[in-house]
């Protein structure tokens, strides 16, 4: 099983910059792909960004050239770098990992951190 904790939310003005970052722990050794996922409310999870175990890196549309995903596997923590934040950033951020344990693929997800941009 993979566990994971994440940290980083917070308020922030518009144009402001936050980092979250998602810890993993457990069979660490098992996991694929590691992403970030968000839901304001009453809106579904939607994809933010990803990243494979090779490195590879997916974002939305709305959030390209403005958030960076990376992942250090020394630490087994994945970050998401937020730039030039905008108040429909706002919502509860959601780690991911994709991992398998054996021959069947799983998803663990994270308590989440809320980010709310405002001014």
């Known amino acids: 099983q993979v566990q994971l904790v994440e940290s980083g939310g917070g308020l922030v003005q518009p144009g402001g910059s936050l980092r979250l970052s998602c810890a993993a722990s457990?069979?660490?050794?098992?996991?694929?792909?590691m992403g970030w996922y968000r839901q304001a409310p009453g809106k579904q999870r939607e994809l933010v960004a990803l990243?494979?175990?090779?490195?590879?890196?997916n974002y939305a549309d709305s959030v390209k050239g403005r958030f960076s995903i990376s992942r250090d596997n020394a630490k087994n923590t994945v970050y998401l770098q937020m730039n030039s934040l905008k108040p429909e950033d706002t919502a509860v951020y959601y780690c991911?990992?994709?991992?398998?344990?054996?021959?069947?693929?799983?998803?663990?997800w994270g308590q989440g951190t809320q980010v709310s941009v405002s001014s």
């Open positions: 457990g069979s660490i050794f098992s996991i694929n792909h």
């Open positions: 991911k990992a994709q991992y398998f344990w054996g021959l069947e693929s799983r998803d663990s």
């Open positions: 990243i494979t175990s090779g490195g590879s890196t």
